[in-house]
């Protein structure tokens, strides 16, 4: 990931189907370097499905999501240059919490040494707890681990976060800040969605509203 800032992410008149239900449409979004947007609306509007869409995990009812002007699912550049972390944290219980960040860190092409992989779990102070099995984890404690992955992220790329703050506490609220804070700094780019309040005074955030894209009901 050599590029000197994040990917430039562009739709135009974005709509989304999940099944029979037309979730929202006529979306115009646009996440620049250096931006931080959050996703907000009320349950079941698509705002994890719209994640899924930048992600390139799923396909648009109509338009489509383009990275640096090319479509996010054809751009193998894009995937280099994105990170994506869902709002389940995708770690195997029978592991341990290094293992379980080595294991993440190893499938998504980043550096997943022990070094690297224990200096990341310090800064979301995990480092006491790096020998213990996943199972042992607390929710909060297992958020921390998958958000780990962010602290192993040096060069700007695209971070789509699904309900990153879900189940931490005041001091792991405050780490992530800092990671989002400092990546935003370096010419990254975030799109989350959140529904605790965002620290506005120090993100910063452009806010998106699906509740306003929604589609009518037939």
């Not at 992955?149 to 931490?168: G, H």
């Not at 792991?172 to 506005?200: F, K, M, Q, Y």
Request: charged share 25%; with cysteine.
């Amino acid at each position: 990931m050599s590029a000197a800032t994040a990917p430039r992410l562009h739709a135009e008149a974005l709509a989304c189907r999940r099944g029979l239900r037309l979730l929202f449409k006529d979306l115009n979004l646009g996440v620049e370097p250096g931006q931080i947007v959050w996703l907000r609306g009320h349950n079941g509007r698509g705002k994890t499905s719209l994640l899924r869409l930048v992600a390139g995990l799923s396909s648009a009812e109509h338009g489509d999501v383009t990275a640096d002007g090319l479509p996010v699912r054809k751009s193998a550049d894009f995937r280099e240059r994105l990170v994506f972390i869902g709002h389940h944290n995708a770690l195997k219980d029978d592991l341990t919490v290094t293992e379980a960040l080595q294991f993440l860190l190893r499938i998504h092409g980043r550096p997943s040494d022990l070094a690297t992989a224990h200096a990341a779990l310090a800064a979301l102070d995990m480092g006491s707890r790096r020998n213990a099995f996943v199972r042992t984890l607390s929710q909060g404690q297992r958020r921390r681990v998958a958000l780990a992955r962010l602290a192993v992220e040096p060069a700007p790329s695209l971070w789509v976060l699904d309900e990153p703050f879900d189940a931490l506490d005041v001091d792991g609220i405050a780490r992530l800040n800092g990671l989002l804070e400092g990546h935003a700094a370096r010419g990254g780019s975030v799109l989350l969605t959140s529904h605790l309040p965002l620290d506005t005074a120090r993100l910063s955030p452009t806010e998106i509203n699906l509740d306003a894209y929604a589609a009518a009901p037939r």
